[in-house]
């Protein structure tokens, strides 16, 4: 008898994304539509949603010491900073820089969740100084790019111009990273039953489709819209959750807190 399992889930949506892209790629391909305020306007919410995305994970690993949760926040909120850089940058080599090193930054700490096997940083500190560490670094990274756009290296062009080949290299690294934490994702959910994992496995699959996207597109294009679209949704999709979650996760501390009083 058949039965609908996440993993399952998963793949018939895997398979009917890539089917509806493959279906529709010379029309999206074809389509341009220059709308920079737009463009400028749906990063800076993705980045937005990244950072408070960000806070959240990190309050509740302030709690928990969990690596998983660290490397999570310390992610989002890389490509929280450095995506909002992105919307307010100038088109150039400084505008697909800053883009592309979100994506691999967010993924390196995507993958990361591979060795962190369940840990528990020893203290607070610990968990900070990674924190705020990776947040001073993507900060000084947007700002030297935003103020110094020429120091950023002019690579080889490939497709006519259209993207660099260090972007697209960056962007297929980070694809993959994203990819190979679903899995590790996967294997949490089926090990914990946590609903969470399972977001998360969610989250970073579309992040990964998003990435693979970025070498078949071109500025303007229907499928550079589109991949704009699905790393929105996604980072919306994980806010609602997340807040929820720490909603309820608050209001449970709260109904304990009382009891102990009474």
């Known amino acids: 008898m058949f039965s609908i399992t996440p993993a399952k889930i998963l793949l018939i949506t895997a398979l009917a994304l ?34 408070l995305i960000s806070i959240i994970l990190f309050i509740q690993s302030k709690e928990k010491l969990d690596a998983i949760l ?14 909002t850089a992105h919307a307010i940058s100038r088109l150039g080599d400084s505008f697909i820089f800053l883009h592309s090193v979100a994506s691999l930054s967010g993924s390196f700490f995507f993958a990361s969740v591979w060795f ?3 840990r528990r940083f020893g203290s607070l500190n610990e968990l900070r100084f990674i924190y705020f560490g990776f947040i ?26 259209k993207f660099t080949m260090a972007a697209v290299l960056i962007n297929l690294t980070a694809s993959l990273l994203f990819i190979a934490s679903v899995f590790k994702f996967y294997q949490e959910y089926r090990q914990r039953g946590n609903k969470l994992d399972l977001l998360f496995a969610c989250l970073a699959y579309l992040f990964g489709i998003s990435a693979m996207i970025f070498p078949f597109s071109s500025p303007w294009n229907g499928m550079w819209w589109i991949w704009h679209l699905v790393r929105l949704s996604a980072f919306l999709t994980t806010l609602v959750f997340i807040a929820r979650q720490y909603g309820k996760y608050l209001g449970v501390n709260e109904s304990e807190n ?3 009083y009474e």
């Not at 509806?20 to 737009?38: I, N, T, V």
């Not at 670094?137 to 030297?144: A, D, F, T």
């Not at 002019?154 to 497709?159: A, E, K, Q, S, V």
Request: proline content about 4%; aromatic content about 8%; glycine content about 12%.
């Open 70 to 83: 660290v490397m999570l926040a310390t992610g989002f909120a890389s490509m929280g900073i450095l995506d």
């Open 18 to 51: 890539g089917g509806a892209l493959l279906g529709l790629f010379d029309r999206l391909y074809a389509c341009q539509w220059h709308h920079l305020q737009l463009h400028s306007t749906i990063e800076t919410l993705g980045g937005m949603t990244s950072c």
């Open 258 to 260: 009382k009891k102990n």
């Open 116 to 118: 962190c096997k369940r």
């Open 136 to 161: 001073t670094l993507s900060v000084s990274i947007g700002l030297r790019a935003l103020l110094f756009p020429g120091d950023v290296p002019r690579i080889m062009p490939l497709f006519d111009g």
